[in-house]
């Protein structure tokens, strides 16, 4: 018996420091990737440059409870001002749509169009799952080389890595997000750890990618 309470207390012990290693790493990780991104992520429509294609990612139109999602009408907005200031000249919505009830690409579209966006201006990608299927399909089915991230911060860091890991020249435009949000929580800590473990262990690739659609100029 004594022995067996010996071994409990040691697993307990191991466990406890393990846990208190792998919070600190995943810690080491998330300052590693802000760090090494933070230079692609702009607050100022001022300072940011000039791209061809925005891409918005995609987010729910209403929260839990029926209320307006200020994540969304904010990364909406946020595309808007980039097009008004001709820092982009063609958004690319991406988003969820796996139920008929539920679509953020066309949700993002009509909430565009409504701010007076032209159609012909806005491309919709309807397999935008997961931020890596939206970075990684910007490039091998929507055929661009360089793109703007539109996102909030926290989310842009993670978008950034992916992107710049496959080659394209991403850069962010960081949306507002509400105050007490504004700061990374837990779920996006270990969302960027498992980004991690997609691109460089299990080389995770998009749900579907598809033929080429490449994205043409827009007629104003």
Known sequence: ?????????????????LAILGFLGLLLLNWVIIGKNQQYLYNDLHDIPANNVGMVLGTSKRLVGG??????????????????????????????????SYNEPRDMYQALVAKGIPESCITLDYAGFRTLDSVVRSKEVFRQQDITIISQRFHNYRAVLVGRHYGIGAIAFNAKAPQRFDQPVL???????????????????????????PIFPCQQ
């Not at 067996?4 to 420091?17: P, V, Y």
């Not at 595309?79 to 958004?91: F, P, V």
């Not at 997609?198 to 990618?209: A, G, H, V």
């Open 1 to 17: 018996m004594k022995k067996i309470i010996q071994w409990a207390k040691w697993i307990i012990r191991m466990s406890f420091r």
């Open 187 to 213: 779920r996006e800590y270990l969302a960027r750890a498992k980004a991690v473990l997609d691109l460089y262990i299990f080389q995770t690739d998009p749900r579907f990618l598809g033929k080429k659609e």
């Open 67 to 100: 209320a307006s999602n200020p994540y969304f009408a904010n990364r909406v907005q946020a595309a808007y001002d980039l097009y008004k200031a001709e820092k982009i000249k063609h958004i690319l919505v991406s988003g969820d749509n796996q139920y008929q």
